[in-house]
């Protein structure tokens, strides 16, 4: 019986979406699937909560204005009616009863396929229905989160991705890098969106270089052979050596319409009456990948949809670095990590000249975006600074000179923190030291919700927090007063590559122009100044990087492992610290007691509560991973005293 009372309340649901979208950008939704999450669990005043998911079908208007950025939209088949359609996959967590969310529908712009709306205000996650929302924080608040399909490369299972037209009689060579930690046949996943047309043709190439900047060695093409997007080079690959194939490929996905779905299904959301899901408020929130995704949906302007409505009300680009995302051009490679050509003019919000090529634009000040601007939070780890030139953000082209942000910008940086949420304890896994274990996710929460209050009623949110020219807290990679820290080389060798094309300026925004890299200055301890320092950084028990070297065993020494950060901690003894030449103070020589040491954090994270870029109830949680950081290096500082008597 609660089978049939389910299929007739699933039928129902689609009778009053359908009709009801027949003339919208969104035509019709089909919801295929709907469960409770975490077994029907209670989440706060929100109730329990309810996964949909099924498909999402659009009808795009070649004609609109609103459209003609999109590269190739000439070339997409059409029906009678002269629309282009398409579909993407669709997943919506709400409240049963949706009298009790709070109003926001939070679009989770998903990284090849994932979440990371969850992950990262909710985390840690699993792929389970019991675990996929972490510990319910969005859903306590009261939050609808939509995910909607925009990557059409996007190949795990159960990833959420699009089904596009492809750009039809088009032939030509896709490209992609990649950097192999062994010598056997590597899958190339930024090219997995693409089959060779012809796999033995003399157009395809393979070539290799040594080191970020130097010069391509073509590879004879009788040494390698391609199958799908595999390629088997002969004796092997030279691991940490980077790599390029291209080979000839046909009909591209017409990419860039990923932006325009997730457009229209916000809006459908914010204004259809009877969308399956409705909200007064939408969000978006896209951490990586799609942090650079959402800084070019800005850019390019769809933040205004066909009808001219605005789109979203608030959006947080999370660590998107000064970037976008390979996604609007013909042979568009969106899963791209690498990014070598992700990097190009405008950086920052502000209209700017650029010296390279004479152009004056900004990324929100320009002709498509300045229509409807949202609130926006930019949210940034070290790494960023490190491996992604987010510096250029709020600097001019050159570096030279701060750049005031926009009145409906915000911009934080977290002291100390690698790319993704570290994990405790810590691990070694592809650097030459320990992965940074930093954890900023309880900033995170605080700040949406300081967003929350900024679009409800006004309330301004807590100043940004990021390192300036001004002040000396940011300064050239190469000026940086990194201290001598065991087992940890100096980061001034680093690099920031050069420029990629922007298609959409018509000097195409100097390719191949090298990028200045300013990053943190750094503390006598080699953690950074400036920026959002919670108490792992002015309280350290360690020093946290953003950067950390390839490690020996998987080769190019000289080259950053991307994204994972390093961690050295400091001896917990003075006779330690003496024993292994560490010119960093110990933990005694810092703090009188654990208890003392952990009455300091305290006093901090209140600090940071009143400031509001902590919550009080994520302050316990703050203190306990405190007081677990320390009894682990005392531990490891007895087991390695041990040793050192036998």
């Known amino acids: 019986m609660n089978g049939l009372l389910r ?3 699933l039928a129902a649901l689609l009778a009053i979406v359908i009709p009801a979208l027949a003339s919208a950008e969104v035509s019709r939704v089909a919801i295929t699937a709907r469960r409770d999450v975490a077994g029907g669990r209670s989440f706060g005043a929100a ?25 190739d939209l000439d070339k997409a088949a059409k029906n009678a009616a002269g629309k282009i359609e398409m579909s993407a996959d669709l997943v919506i967590f709400r409240p049963r009863d949706p009298s009790r969310g709070n109003g926001i529908a939070l679009f989770d712009i998903v990284n090849r396929g994932a979440t990371v709306a969850l992950n990262n205000f909710d985390g840690p996650t699993t792929n389970t229905p019991e675990g996929e929302v972490g510990d319910g924080f969005l859903l306590a608040r009261g939050y609808t989160i939509v995910q909607v399909g925009w990557e059409f490369d996007a190949r795990r299972e159960g990833a959420v991705r699009i089904d596009l037209p492809g750009a039809a009689g088009v032939t030509g060579l896709v490209r992609a890098t990649f950097i192999p930690n062994n010598r056997n046949a590597t899958t190339v996943g930024d090219l997995a969106g693409y089959t060779p047309s012809d796999p033995a043709s003399p157009k395809n190439t393979l070539s290799v270089r040594n080191a970020l900047g130097a010069e ?4 004879p093409r009788a040494k390698w052979q391609l199958s799908g997007n595999t390629v088997t080079l002969e004796g092997g690959f030279e691991p940490g050596h980077t790599y390029e194939l291209a080979y000839v490929a046909e009909n591209p996905p017409i990419a860039g319409l990923g932006f325009a779905a997730v457009r229209d299904a916000a809006a459908w959301v914010k204004y259809a009456s009877d969308a399956a899901v409705s909200a007064k408020y939408t969000f978006a929130f896209g951490s990586s990948q799609t942090g650079r995704w959402l800084r070019d949906f800005l850019y390019e302007g769809f933040n205004t949809d066909e009808r001219g409505r605005q789109v979203f009300d608030a959006v947080i680009p999370h660590k998107g670095g000064a970037g976008g995302v390979v996604l609007d051009v013909r042979w568009s490679t969106p899963t791209s990590l690498l990014m070598e050509t992700a990097t190009h003019f405008p950086f920052s919000d502000r209209k700017q000249r650029d010296p390279v090529t004479g152009i004056a634009e900004g990324l929100l000040e320009n002709a498509r975006a300045s229509e409807h601007q949202p609130k926006i939070f930019y949210t940034y780890t070290d790494t960023e600074y490190w491996e992604r030139s987010v510096a250029l953000t709020h600097l001019t082209p050159n570096g030279s000179k701060d750049v005031a942000l926009p009145d409906n910008v915000r911009l934080y940086h977290f002291a100390g923190s690698p790319h993704n949420i570290g994990s405790f304890p810590p691990a070694v896994t ?6 940074n274990p930093f954890d900023y996710q309880v900033s995170m929460r605080a700040l949406l919700v300081a967003m929350e209050k900024w679009v409800r009623d006004g309330t301004a949110p807590p100043p940004s927090r990021y390192p300036r020219l001004q002040d000396g807290t940011l300064v050239r990679a190469a000026d940086v007063a990194f201290p001598n820290v065991p087992g940890l080389s100096s980061p001034k060798k680093i690099a920031a590559g050069s420029r990629g094309v922007n298609r959409l300026l018509l000097k195409d925004g100097g390719p191949g122009a090298p990028l200045p890299l300013l990053v943190p200055q750094v503390d006598r301890d080699g953690n950074p100044l400036g920026g959002l320092r919670l108490p792992d950084i002015t309280l350290p028990l360690a020093t946290y990087t953003g950067w950390n070297f390839r490690k020996v065993s998987i080769g190019g020494t000289e080259q950053v492992f991307p994204l994972i950060g390093a961690y050295v901690p400091f001896a917990a003894t003075k006779a330690e610290r003496e024993r292994t030449h560490d010119a960093r103070l110990s933990l005694e020589e810092r703090y009188p007691s654990r208890d003392q040491y952990l009455k300091m954090v305290q006093e901090a994270g209140a600090s940071l509560v009143k400031n509001g870029y902590l919550l009080a109830d994520d302050l316990p949680s703050v203190v306990k991973r405190a007081g677990e950081h ?8 007895g087991a390695t005293t041990t040793r050192a008597e036998r």
Do not use: C
């Open 7 to 9: 299929h007739i309340a």
């Open 630 to 637: 320390w009894d682990l290096l005392v531990r490891r500082a």
């Open 47 to 71: 109730g329990s909560y309810e996964r949909m998911s099924g498909k999402v079908y659009f009808l795009v208007d070649p004609g609109s204005r609103r459209n003609q950025v999109i590269a």
């Open 430 to 435: 592809n650097g030459e030291a320990t992965d």
């Open 216 to 219: 391509w060695t073509a590879i």
